[in-house]
């Protein structure tokens, strides 16, 4: 009878603590996690009192690397399934570094030839892509840099554009004025031109030429914001 007694105790015990934790709301269960040394991913932390954990340095509901990093991986894993036709074509390409996310478009394909404006026809499924993904849910507060770059080859001198500066950082403005069009935050962007500065390839080839002539749109980690 003792034995049973245990283990209905044990039973009921159990079917309080299930009950329990479902009626809790995620910031509590989150915080309870963390006060238990090496329960999963969370790490640190032996106390349940709501605020700074020793182990952490910082409150329980900051984790933002973690938040901020698995936002980071949905982006890349959407835009790669968004971008499909034009990754094959190689109108986009997409890649990671240390800024963040990359969403590099094709300056041979999107602007009109020795022009900072946007090709229309051309570019109008692929912006909305990318404001879509831009404007999510997951990107909320989260700041995007719009990055022109161009060749080696230097601008008409009679023409708009005194130098490849000019030029990069008007291509990259051209492209932030069609994203706030399909309803992306300006508030969120920030623009730079590069000019040649930050190749891709080699500037001795056509090929290495037209892989450098790009605007990158980065949707910036929290190091680099």
Not at 14 to 42: P, W
Not at 101 to 128: C, G, K, Q, T, Y
Not at 143 to 172: C, M, Q, V, Y
Not at 174 to 198: I, K, S
Request: net charge negative; with cysteine.
């Amino acid at each position: 009878m003792v034995t049973y007694g245990d283990m209905t105790t044990l039973l009921l015990t159990f079917f309080i603590l299930m009950f329990t934790t479902a009626e809790i709301d995620g910031a509590e269960l989150r915080m309870i996690l963390a006060a238990f040394q090496g329960l999963g991913s969370f790490q640190g932390g032996n106390t349940l009192q709501v605020g700074k954990l020793a182990e952490l340095g910082h409150t329980i509901m900051g984790l933002p690397s973690r938040e901020a990093g698995r936002a980071l991986d949905n982006a890349r894993r959407t835009a790669i399934s968004q971008f499909q036709p034009e990754l094959k074509t190689r109108k986009v390409r997409i890649k990671e570094d240390e800024r963040g996310l990359i969403i590099s478009l094709a300056a041979d394909s999107f602007f009109e030839p020795a022009s900072a404006e946007v090709n229309i026809e051309e570019s109008r499924e692929v912006l909305w892509k990318v404001a879509t993904l831009l404007s999510s849910q997951e990107m909320r507060g989260r700041k995007f840099r719009i990055e022109g770059h161009t060749d080696n080859i230097s601008t008409d001198p009679d023409g708009p554009w005194e130098t490849n500066w000019e030029l990069s950082a008007d291509r990259a403005v051209n492209v932030l004025h069609r994203l706030v069009e399909y309803q992306v935050d300006e508030q969120q962007c920030q623009v730079a031109g590069f000019a040649d500065t930050v190749p891709l390839a080699s500037n001795d080839t056509p090929e290495g030429r037209a892989y450098n002539r790009r605007v990158d749109i980065v949707l910036l980690t929290e190091g680099h914001l």
